[in-house]
């Protein structure tokens, strides 16, 4: 039972029995209730039932942000987990240090498919059309 009071009639009434005002009719929404967190940052506490909403696409979408906060550390509750910095090993005298190869392999490939082309497909369709 959540009595309001009219903001035009000024009259209290039970929200939960009549949504609008009985004597004029105007819609009040219930008081709602907020909190502070330790950062002061303003938290509503009268907020969400998980059971009503638990199946629902925006749960996942809000339950998801939160972890995302929590791992960059933007959420107050719960401090970010340190990050470890990656190992670096000392190379050997001499090494030279690691090369992607991955666009010589394609200009290699493009140079192999180029020629394939044209020694094998163009004469077949050459000879095809006379």
Known sequence: MRR???EDCKRQYDYDKDEFCPRCGAFNQPVKVWGTDSQGNIRRVDGVNEQNHAASFVHSEVHAEKRERRAKGMDPSRPA????PPVQ????VGASPKKD??????????IIATVI???FLLPL???LLW
């Not at 987990?81 to 470890?84: G, I, W």
């Not at 190869?101 to 493009?110: A, G, R, Y």
């Open 81 to 84: 987990r340190p990050q470890k």
């Open 117 to 119: 082309l044209v020694n």
């Open 101 to 110: 190869n991955t666009s010589t392999l394609k200009v290699v490939l493009w």
């Open 4 to 6: 309001i009071v009219c």
């Open 89 to 92: 090993r000392p190379q050997p």
């Open 125 to 127: 369709l050459m000879a």
